[in-house]
Structure formats: structure tokens, C-alpha cells
């Protein structure tokens, strides 16, 4: 069963253009929500991250919009360029210190 | 900062031999460390969760004679593949925590390795 479901698989976006990737989860006791950004042959770095008491929270060009009744979660990317070309995946963890639960990404493509 | 060194980053070896992958928090000191597997164009699987001083704790569907992990230190956790083979090549990275009680400890953020590419011919 697969716990955080995340859309869309790939994405082609302009430069100067939004990027927006959705996530779902399941379970109600997941209380904290990371964005990662991964780059090929490389580990995931730490983008964004929020909490279920806020329904949203930006930084920089990122966002993430939160809508603890639709158990959804989003990031949105503002002005996307060619170097945010990445893969990006969601995650949720419930307890603390438990482990990151994943999406399973989204292939991001920004064209010059 | 917070840095978390893997070693080696890649590594090529013949099927049925061990390979040992090393996973340091190089300036933090980390209770708790994970052992994630990512496939080509995949998302990363949770392999374990290692606490400093005991066992680790194996997600179903992972062998732990065959994935040995050791957290010895806290800024050390090691993943020793025993038998590999082809079958168990892949893309291997870890995650630390900070520990509690430490500036920035007890936190939520989980901070990755570079991971290590094994290669198992």
C-alpha cells in the first residue's frame, strides 16, 4: 500500500514558468511533510518542509501549500529555471525519529 | 552545516563477495540513521533504521543476514552487503538525525548522504 501518492510522474515546464507537483497520503498521523530535490547520481537535499498546523510556507522561489482536510500537500516552484531541472519527491513521517516515507517523484525538465 | 559522508561512492565487485558502505555524520552526532535502496528511476525504498548501541530494525521484505548494518559510533553507521549479487546492485544512501539535546537536535530534518553506487558483476 502505497502510503504518499505523488503526481505528476514527469514535468515540462518553461523557464519563468510555475511548476507544480502534487502529493496525497493516507494516514492521519503523519505530522511532518519534506520536499527533496535530487539530482542524478546524488542524494536528496532537503528543499522545503511543513507541518499540518500551517497551510502554507515559502521560501524563496519554493512553496508548499497544505490542506490537512484533503490530506494533500503541493510544491510550487515560481520562476522555474533550467537548474531546477531535477527529480523532486515528497515524503511524510509520522512519529518522530521514524523514517521518511516517500513518493515516488517527479522528473522535473525546465526549458530554456 | 549539517554533512553526512558516505564511502565509498561507488564500488564495482564480483558476485558472492561482501562489500562494507560507510555512512558518517561529520559534524553532528546522529542516534538514529537510515538505509534507503533507490533503483534507477525509482523512489528510495527504506531498507532499516539503525539506532546507536542496538539492533537495527529491518522493513519487511529485507534480509538481514544478507544486509548487515552496525551503528557502532554515534557518527557511524556501516551497511555490509554479504554475498552480493547482480540482483543487489544499486543505488544505496543513508540519512542521519541529529541527536537530542543538541543545538538543533531531536529535529525533524533527516539529512542525506551522497549515497554509494554498487555495482555486483
Known amino acids: 500500500q502505497q502510503q504518499v501518492k505523488q503526481s505528476p510522474q514527469s514535468l515540462i515546464v518553461q523557464k519563468g514558468g510555475i511548476s507544480i507537483i502534487n502529493c496525497a497520503y493516507e494516514?492521519?498521523?503523519?505530522?511532518?511533510f519534506p520536499w527533496y530535490q535530487q539530482f542524478p547520481g546524488k542524494g536528496p537535499a532537503l528543499l522545503i518542509a511543513?507541518?499540518?498546523?500551517?497551510s502554507e510556507k515559502k521560501e524563496g522561489r519554493f512553496t508548499i501549500s497544505f490542506n490537512k482536510s484533503a490530506k494533500q500537500f503541493s510544491l510550487h516552484i515560481m520562476d522555474s529555471q533550467p537548474g531546477d531541472s531535477a527529480t523532486y519527491f515528497c515524503a511524510a513521517r509520522g512519529q518522530a525519529g521514524t523514517a521518511l516515507i516517500f513518493g515516488k517523484g517527479t522528473t522535473l525538465s525546465v526549458s530554456s | 552545516g549539517a554533512v553526512v559522508s558516505q564511502h565509498p561512492s561507488w564500488v564495482i565487485c564480483k558476485s558472492g563477495t561482501s562489500v562494507k558502505i560507510e555512512c558518517r555524520s561529520l559534524?553532528?552526532?546522529?542516534?538514529?540513521m537510515f538505509w534507503y535502496r533507490q533503483f534507477p528511476k525509482q523512489s528510495l525504498m527504506l531498507m532499516a533504521t539503525s539506532n546507536e548501541g542496538s539492533k537495527a530494525t529491518y522493513e519487511q521484505g529485507v534480509e538481514k543476514d544478507k544486509f548487515l548494518i552496525n551503528h557502532a559510533s554515534l557518527t557511524l553507521s556501516t551497511l555490509t552487503v554479504t554475498s552480493a549479487h547482480p540482483e543487489d546492485s544499486s543505488f544505496y544512501i543513508c540519512s542521519a538525525r541529529k541527536a537530542p539535546g543538541l543545538a538543533g537536535g531531536g529535529t525533524d530534518t533527516q539529512y542525506f548522504g551522497p549515497g554509494t553506487r554498487l555495482t555486483v558483476l
Open positions: 559534524d553532528f552526532q546522529a542516534t538514529t
Open positions: 494516514n492521519t498521523a503523519f505530522d511532518y
Open positions: 511543513i507541518r499540518p498546523d500551517v
